[in-house]
Structures are given as C-alpha cells and as structure tokens.
C-alpha cells in the first residue's frame, strides 16, 4: 500500500515548455486534490475531483488543467510553463465527498527558468 | 480574503515545555478543522482534528482546544521533544459545502524545539 504517489520528484522547465505531474493513489479515495505550496502563502487549492468523471477549478487554477483518468489517477498539466509556476506540488486523496481527512503525496518540486 | 489567519510564524520552544499555535476563521460554514504536519521534503500529514460540536480534542501529547464563538482554535503540543520541529498547518473545511472542496489552510508555523 504505497498511499498516494506522485511523478516526477524534482523538474526543471524553461518558460514556455509544457509538462504533466503525474499522481496515483491506492487507498480507493473517491477524491483528489491538487495543491500548490509557496513560501510562507500555505497550501492553495489548484483543481479537485470529487470523483471519477469531475473536476473543478479551486483557489489558483489559472495556467493548470487537469484530467481524472480514472479512480486512482489525476493529472496536473501546465500548458505554458510561467516562472509564477515555480513552486512544490502536491497531490492529495480523500475517501469522502466531503473532502475530509486528506491524505498528501510527497510532492513535485518545480522550477521554470 | 486570508479566511484561515495562523500564528506566529514560528515558534523556539525548550525540550519538554508547551508548544502552541493558534488559528483564526472567519467562514461560519467550516465545520471541520485539522491539523497537518509537515517535515522538510515531505508532504503534509494529518496529525488531528477536530468538529465543532466539541471543544477539546486530545491524542497523545497533542491537544486542539476549540473555541466557536470567537471562531478560534489551537494546537497545543505538551512536553514538546526535537522529533517535533516541523511545520504545522491549521486548515479549515466546510465538509457540507455540496461537494470535496478541499481544504483551506493557514500559512503554517515553523517549530522548534531545542533540546
């Protein structure tokens, strides 16, 4: 049971350049997030999936889209990679529609030049 | 509009003293608030939380104390050891808000306990 895993650990990309984070979770969680965290701002809520099939915009969705593949994974993409999009990335489940008792990946560390 | 407020920013305390952090909310619909821990290089981790139809909440050397008409809540951390020093998240969520719409965190403490 390895939780909620996320790919890659560490990216660089060059303003312009466009990449997907990749994130997976085990635990059969009908919901996902995904969070951007930024020095002393806390964790901002990009995009969610309450489940498989939906999603909607959070607090920062400008410049990301995403997909829920399926049940276990949902992706983050940035089209047009900004320097304002240098930041640790973080994906997280939950097992209720209510968005409680979240449970965080490790992260993706990102840098755009 | 900041709606969690968390402070201080960070916090020196003594091996074995109390730590606390304190959070503030302003959204009357939140009925859900936990605590989140967080390590260097690693993601935040649920440490506790607590609803709104109690006002304490204890597991282990970690307290929420919860005060709902000044829409106030803290963390309270006794005999605090160095394997504590971390950051620590206060978020808030309105779990009946129609849908999982996350949650919404404070800007986080940095802990330090000095041995």
């Known amino acids: 049971n390895a939780g909620v895993t996320q790919t890659p650990k560490f990216q660089v990309l060059k303003t312009g350049q466009s990449m997907t984070l990749q994130c997976a979770q085990d635990?059969?969680?009908?919901?996902m997030y995904w969070y951007r965290q930024d020095p002393g701002m806390g964790l901002r809520l990009i995009y969610y999936?309450?489940?498989?099939?939906?999603?909607d915009k959070g607090e920062v969705p400008n410049g990301y889209n995403v997909s829920r593949l399926n049940k276990r994974e949902f992706s983050l993409r940035l089209e047009s990679a900004a320097p304002s999009q240098t930041s640790v990335y973080f994906c997280?489940?939950?097992?209720?529609?209510?968005?409680?008792?979240?449970?965080f990946g490790p992260g993706t560390r990102l840098t755009v030049l | 509009q900041q709606q969690v407020k968390q402070s201080p920013q960070s916090l020196i305390v003594q091996k074995g003293g109390i730590s606390i952090i304190n959070c503030a909310y302003e959204?009357?619909?939140?009925?859900?608030f936990p605590w989140y821990q967080q390590f260097p290089g690693k993601g935040p981790a649920l440490l506790i939380a607590?609803?709104?139809?109690?006002s304490e909440k204890k597991e282990g050397r970690f307290t929420i104390s919860f005060n709902k008409s000044a829409k106030q809540f803290s963390l309270h951390i006794m005999d605090s050891q160095p394997g504590d020093s971390a950051t620590y998240f206060c978020?808030?969520?309105?779990?009946?808000?129609?849908?999982?719409?996350?949650?919404?965190f404070g800007k986080g403490t940095h802990l330090i306990i000095q041995p």
């Open positions: 997280a489940s939950s097992p209720s529609l209510s968005g409680l008792a979240q449970y």
């Open positions: 607590i609803r709104p139809d109690v």
């Open positions: 959204n009357t619909a939140f009925d859900y």
């Open positions: 978020a808030a969520s309105s779990g009946t808000g129609g849908g999982a719409d996350g949650l919404t």
């Open positions: 999936s309450a489940s498989e099939g939906t999603t």
């Open positions: 635990m059969n969680h009908n919901s």
